[in-house]
């Protein structure tokens, strides 16, 4: 992790591209949702913002596999836009194991989200009078292990595995190809739950996920309205500064523990001699 830091902030090109293309991102998932569809133009720009924000995703994720390869900024952000498309391609069969884990999970509680909702409404339209005398105390409610093995699956399936899974699998596609990494796919899922990998997954979720959500729903105390405005701006642009930056370094700290045998990291013996060459 902290080699990968090191390496980032000594790229500062990159860098600032990373950051241009993750609020360009994060601009279009915003205008997508405050645009209203009652045009064509309307329409059609709700559709081109729907396709910009996973492109510009899929760009950043290719820079992150790759930004510790020495290349210049610019070359970089060119052969990410060229080979985007493959990390959609190999994350297709993840695409399908999400479908159908949220199909699962919504029939084995599939009543739960429709009774809350109806009872919020019945309170609402209809509110309980307040009743003549002390209402005797209700017994605690008993804990639904099933609720809770359920709610601890999609965590664990939503939170580690599918991110460590998509991870990896990015990693081998950026870095050589579609066809290489499928036939690899075992043996970097593998890789993927080592211990060293999650280790590292979970020092960056710490880094691009529970420090930005501490940032954006912890309220500064302010003495008038304009400080409070300027500091909830500044509680955003952190929390979005250190998700990128996060998400990046724990990527490329991914990139670090990729297996000995591998060929990135292993130079290869000279053609008839057996020996490593002495740039090696």
């Keep these: 992790m902290a080699s990968a830091s090191r390496e980032l902030f000594r790229r500062w090109g990159a860098l600032l591209i990373l950051l241009g293309l993750y609020l360009a991102m994060l601009g279009a998932i915003y205008l997508f949702f405050v645009t209203r569809e009652a045009t064509i133009g309307q329409l059609v720009l709700s559709l081109l913002l ?3 924000a996973p ?4 760009i950043i994720q290719t820079m992150a596999a790759r930004y ?6 610019g070359a970089l952000l060119g052969g990410s836009i060229r080979d ?6 190999i994350s297709l069969p993840l695409l399908l194991i999400v479908v159908i884990a ?7 509680e599939p009543t739960a989200p429709a009774t809350a909702v109806r009872d919020a409404a019945r309170a609402v339209a209809a509110p309980v009078p307040a009743p003549a005398r002390p209402a005797a105390p209700t017994k605690p409610q008993p804990v639904s292990w099933q609720s809770v093995a359920i709610t601890t699956l999609e965590y664990l399936l939503f939170c580690l595995v599918l991110p460590l899974a998509a991870i990896h699998l990015w990693i081998g596609t950026a ?3 579609v ?8 043996r970097i899922l593998a890789r993927a739950f080592s211990p060293q990998s999650v280790i590292s997954y979970a020092l960056g979720f710490i880094v691009f996920a529970v420090i930005p959500y501490l940032l954006v729903v912890t309220k500064t105390p302010a003495s008038s309205a304009w400080l409070d405005a300027g500091l909830l701006i500044a509680r955003l642009v952190l929390g979005a500064v250190f998700s990128l930056v996060g998400w990046v370094v724990t990527i490329g700290a991914m990139c670090r523990l990729r297996e000995p045998g591998d060929t990135a990291n292993v130079a290869q013996p000279s053609e008839g001699t057996g020996h490593v060459p002495a740039e090696a």
């Design 102 to 108: 949220i199909y699962v999970f919504g029939k084995l």
């Design 68 to 73: 510790h390869g020495g290349q210049r900024a």
């Design 84 to 89: 985007f498309w493959k990390l959609l391609v």
């Design 179 to 186: 066809t290489k990494t499928f036939k690899q796919s075992p």
């Design 55 to 58: 492109v510009l995703f899929l």
């Design 175 to 177: 870095r050589e190809g």
């Design 50 to 52: 729907a396709l910009a």
